[in-house]
């Protein structure tokens, strides 16, 4: 929420001709939020009208704050709103204020402390952001409720945006897909804001993913380490889209062999960090193509006095576990 100051001074730069991207660079806000004050054509921010319903609660809402916290002991404001309207609610009464209000409020009474805005800037292929927010996109005369998805780039600052009808756990995979491959590969970390259709039970530190969102992200992982999918021949046209593709492609093609050929049967070799492994990983699955390609030219293609087999066996082992 932006303080009176600021939005007057954003009124003041705009009546002065100042572009609305000038303003945002020179007071340090998003052009979204300049573009929202300048259609609103007030100074006073919104929240505290509509936080004069919360006055009478603010006592309420100091010991709701104080006893609702987490395993860390942090404050959980979601809670606090939670509890604050089955209090009302069995008073008779209804508390009609978004969560952005109450968050605003506790901060300016002092009940949730003020962190100053900082923008986080990451390494080169650090981190990436997906988030999903509802839009309305008009076509004509006619209107669609649509949600957009996108997906941003820590260090570039890079963004992949598209627009579904709805997004569920399918959409997001389909999403991060199709950004993947346009994109050219991934970063190592994918902060996920919408993290109810990603996770199969719990939330904060004990929330855990659902199976195949799990298995998307061994895929891309598998794909990116074993195979190189995020390192093209070229950076030029669609190289990025055609390395991460055929990438795809060879891992599919891989696991297809080794089921087909292996299927349930264990092909790697036994470690003693790991006596209980039952289910192969994709690098497994390599290796044990690699050795069947290379064992054959190998070979194959020996001079007369071929290197004995035990010998090849034993070096074409190390070379197809290396990646």
């Known amino acids: 929420m932006l303080e009176k100051e600021t939005r007057t001074a954003i009124l003041t730069l705009a009546a002065k001709g100042r572009k609305q991207r000038e303003i945002a660079r020179a007071l340090g806000v998003s052009r979204n939020s300049v573009k929202r004050v300048l259609r609103?054509?007030?100074?006073?921010?919104?929240?505290?009208?509509r936080a004069s319903c919360l006055d009478e609660h603010l006592e309420a809402i100091r010991a709701l704050h104080?006893?609702?916290?987490?395993?860390k002991g942090r404050?959980?404001?979601?809670r606090v709103m939670e509890k604050l309207q089955d209090k009302l609610k069995a008073e008779g009464k209804v508390l009609d204020v978004p969560y952005s209000t109450l968050t605003w409020f506790c901060r300016e009474h002092g009940i949730e402390e003020k962190v100053p805005w900082?923008?986080?800037?990451?390494g080169p292929g650090e981190e990436m952001q997906h988030d999903t927010s509802p839009c309305t996109v008009k076509f004509g005369e006619a209107k669609f409720a649509l949600q957009c998805a996108s997906l941003v780039l820590g260090y570039s600052r890079m963004l992949y945006v598209q627009f579904y009808p709805r997004f569920q756990r399918?959409?997001?995979?389909?999403?991060?897909?199709?950004?993947?491959?346009?994109l050219g590969g991934c970063c190592r970390r994918c902060v996920i804001d919408n993290t109810s259709i990603a996770i199969s039970c719990g939330s904060g530190s004990r929330a855990k993913m659902a199976a195949e969102v799990e298995a998307f992200e061994d895929t891309f992982r598998n794909t990116k380490q074993c195979l190189g999918?995020?390192?093209?021949?070229?950076?030029?046209?669609?190289?990025p889209?055609?390395?991460?593709?055929?990438?795809?492609?060879?891992?599919?093609a891989v696991w297809q062999w080794y089921i087909k050929t292996h299927?349930?049967?264990?092909?790697w070799f036994p470690t003693p960090w790991y006596p209980g492994k039952t289910t192969p990983s994709f690098a497994d699955a390599l290796a044990a193509l690699r050795r069947a390609l290379w064992g054959r030219r190998i070979f194959a293609r020996s001079d007369s006095r071929p290197l004995p087999r035990k010998f090849a066996a034993i070096l074409i082992g190390a070379l197809a576990e290396a990646t």
């Open 263 to 267: 299927g349930a049967k264990p092909t």
């Open 170 to 182: 399918f959409h997001l995979k389909v999403f991060l897909t199709d950004a993947f491959t346009h």
């Open 66 to 71: 104080a006893e609702c916290r987490d395993d």
């Open 75 to 78: 404050p959980n404001l979601v």
């Open 241 to 252: 889209e055609r390395a991460a593709s055929l990438s795809l492609w060879i891992y599919a």
């Open 40 to 49: 609103e054509q007030t100074a006073q921010p919104n929240a505290k009208a």
């Open 118 to 122: 900082t923008r986080i800037v990451t």
């Open 229 to 239: 999918g995020e390192d093209p021949q070229t950076w030029k046209g669609h190289g």
